[in-house]
């Protein structure tokens, strides 16, 4: 059996942890609450990237990814930045819903899981 292996492990939650060959991430969100959705989610797509990278991954191996949105009127905003991020040869299943976000300034949280 393999061991858990947690990235940026705090008193409440972990961004990811790696276990038996697939990483799984917690909700990512923006750092900049100020940008628009589309940036918003830019910024979350680059965190999923660099997590992944960590993890000796990418987003070629998304096995899914489920979106929140705050406000479901700026998903067109949300899926421009995601049209350009995905890997359109391995976009991989994913689910999108309005939610109300931890930080009302949040338009958008992602949550992916991939394999290593």
């Given at each position: 059996?393999?061991d858990?292996?947690?990235?940026?492990?705090?008193?409440?939650l972990?961004?990811?942890?790696?276990?038996?060959?697939?990483?799984?991430?917690?909700?990512?969100?923006?750092?900049?609450?100020?940008?628009d959705?589309?940036?918003?989610?830019?910024?979350?797509?680059?965190?999923?990237?660099?997590?992944?990278?960590?993890?000796?991954?990418?987003?070629?191996?998304?096995?899914?990814?489920q979106?929140?949105?705050?406000?479901?009127?700026?998903?067109?905003?949300?899926?421009?930045?995601?049209?350009?991020?995905?890997?359109?040869?391995?976009?991989p299943?994913?689910?999108?819903?309005?939610?109300?976000?931890?930080?009302?300034?949040?338009?958008?949280?992602?949550?992916?899981?991939?394999?290593?």
């Amino acid at each position: 059996m393999s061991d858990i292996k947690r990235t940026n492990v705090g008193a409440r939650l972990s961004d990811m942890a790696v276990y038996n060959g697939v990483a799984y991430l917690a909700g990512q969100v923006p750092t900049d609450a100020s940008l628009d959705m589309e940036g918003q989610t830019a910024q979350v797509l680059a965190t999923i990237d660099e997590l992944l990278a960590q993890a000796g991954t990418s987003k070629e191996r998304i096995l899914m990814a489920q979106i929140y949105v705050a406000n479901m009127a700026e998903f067109p905003a949300m899926n421009k930045a995601w049209d350009q991020w995905v890997s359109k040869e391995n976009a991989p299943p994913r689910a999108t819903v309005e939610a109300r976000l931890a930080n009302p300034g949040f338009k958008v949280e992602i949550v992916v899981t991939a394999a290593l």
